[in-house]
């Protein structure tokens, strides 16, 4: 075949890629804005505008096309003209761009496998920005098929056997497991409570809500299930007085765990009252290093790249987020880092472990 028929059919695979991943960034908007709203991805199976007319919300497919449609409807609704965020555009424009990327620089059948790994990232990357989440779908689901691709395709780990590639890929996502879960118990250890004294006393009031409930403490209001990640987690108030079930208690401490209250030697069941009222003058609320989801999410992208991986991705992460709070205090912009969750490090890191982490590596030792 001539050289040049060859260069055409590059061409032409390497603009499939791109456009085959700006098609994908469009599904991922699609899961993006579901998901975290327990909507399904399937149903309805066209695309809506959630702020038309629900009876004629759904938009149709000549104003549905990736990356095109956007630029040419300005970032508007073609019907309510509505603004489009420019959240959909960018992440279709960085899908493509992955995608061809991938496919450039690794095999056809490894960029088949690394093209899902990219899905899941940046799905996970937008939902954890605005939700501060990171669903099962894609963490356990992730997981799942990142050993079903360890089997499928060994390359992936460095071998050959299917059943190698299987075993190395559980390892990977074992190994990424079991460090970031380390890391969340000893946070939990040194940081699992802070300790926050109020401005002489403010009004505190805890209201259920059905399932759940709010807790307000002067202006601030917090959903409980916010507050409380593990079931040995406490909330505790000091108030000079308090009202709970038509009791009064004075000088006391309200001890809170997510479904009941200890005061002295008193417990409440929580599900059997409506609303507490207090004078509180100091709180000690419980958190955590990170949440959970991670944990989960970086046991998907070992399960995809291996043990090595996960320790490049660990270590690039904490130092990208170090970089980020280096930078917002420099800018005095603390809310710039305050605001970041986790998982968008950890997507960034097994990005640039994909391109260039072995490269990376190699050089530092070499040092």
Known sequence: ?????????????DAF????GACIGSFLNVCIYRMPLGLSVNEPKRS????????DNQIAWQHNLPLFSWLALRGRCAKCRCRIPFRYFGVELLTAALFLALWLKFSWIEALAYWLLAALLVTATFID????IIPDEITIGGAIAGVICGFAIPILMGVESHGLGAIWSL??????????????????????????RLEGEQPFTWTRTGEDAEMKIGGETMQWSEIFSRESDQLLVACSEAQVAGMRYEKTTLKFFFNRLLVGEEEHELMQLDTITARASELTIPREAMGFGDVKFIAAIGAFLGWKAVLFTIVSAAMSGALLGLVAITLRRREWSAKIPFGPYL????LLWLFAGPAIV????SL
């Open 1 to 13: 075949m001539p050289h040049g028929d060859l260069t055409f059919y590059h061409y032409l695979f």
């Open 17 to 20: 890629a791109f456009v085959f």
């Open 48 to 55: 809506f505008c959630p702020k038309c007319p629900k009876e």
């Open 129 to 132: 920005f605005e939700h501060f």
């Open 171 to 196: 390892a990977g996502a074992a190994t990424g497991f079991g460090v970031l879960w380390g890391v969340v118990e000893a946070g939990k250890l040194a940081f699992g409570k802070k300790r926050v």
């Open 347 to 350: 997507a960034l890191g097994a």
């Open 362 to 365: 190699g050089w530092y030792f």
